[in-house]
């Protein structure tokens, strides 16, 4: 019988209590928790803003963080990005409506040539996570796939992936066409695989080499600061 009492009854917390309890949820990759969270405090009168940056990205903070640490792995991170996703996809047609400021939004696939999709795939929840717009083109991406995506969806950050080192080099082609087209300087760079280093990063012409999921949230968020800082100054 004592299950039945610790039973925690969402709709009884107060909001406070509600949201602690999104983030233990999240953290343990509760969907259906998740999105009857996200449904109350919409009952309740929050804005899908507020719902999304202190609920759901709030709760992915913390497990970005334990991932960075080594404390999570990646199938207790895919497990949260599953929940986060479940929430998203109750405030992704509301946000749209309201017109919600965006953190940014991201193009990202793994390069021509290579068929890995893990890490990329958590990337791409982890910056979901952090509040960013996510256009995943999958594997296999030519050139003018990136470039065409980066176009049509007004995008302020590409991210390639590479698992192979034979597919490493294209992501070089990829940034010296953007460099051709004088399109280079209009995007925040992003690139990770396991194979990939800082010195292949800044050797290829990338902003940027991402180790992980976290450190890749992170760093986009520094340079859309930079940017939005660099716009407000101009």
């Not at 983030?23 to 343990?28: I, T």
């Not at 109750?90 to 999709?117: C, Q």
């Not at 192979?164 to 992501?171: E, N, R």
């Amino acid at each position: 019988m004592a299950d039945e009492d610790d039973e925690i009854i969402l709709s009884e917390l107060d909001d406070d209590e509600l949201v602690q309890q999104m983030f233990d949820d999240l953290y343990d990759g509760l969907k259906e928790e998740i999105e009857e969270g996200v449904n109350i405090l919409l009952d309740r009168g929050w804005t899908p803003y507020d719902v999304l940056t202190k609920a759901l990205v709030g709760g992915m903070t913390i497990v970005g963080n334990d991932f960075r640490d080594g404390i999570l792995f990646v199938p207790e991170v895919l497990l949260a990005a599953n929940a986060m996703k479940g929430g998203m996809a109750i405030l992704k047609p509301l946000l749209a409506e309201t017109g919600a400021p965006r953190m940014g939004k991201m193009v990202i696939g793994t390069v021509k040539g290579d068929i890995h999709d893990i890490g990329k795939n958590l990337v791409s929840m982890m910056m979901e996570g952090a509040g960013f717009e996510v256009v995943d083109l999958g594997i296999n991406n030519p050139v003018e796939k990136y470039l065409d995506a980066l176009k049509a969806e007004d995008a302020d950050i590409l991210g390639m992936s590479a698992l192979l080192t034979t597919t490493m080099p294209y992501m070089k082609v990829v940034i010296d066409t953007m460099k051709e087209q004088g399109i280079r300087d209009n995007y925040i760079v992003l690139v990770g695989g396991a194979p990939l280093n800082e010195e292949f990063g800044r050797a290829i012409g990338a902003d940027a080499y991402c180790r992980d999921a976290a450190v890749a949230v992170e760093t986009a968020k520094q340079f859309i600061a930079r940017k939005h800082n660099q716009m407000a100054a101009g």
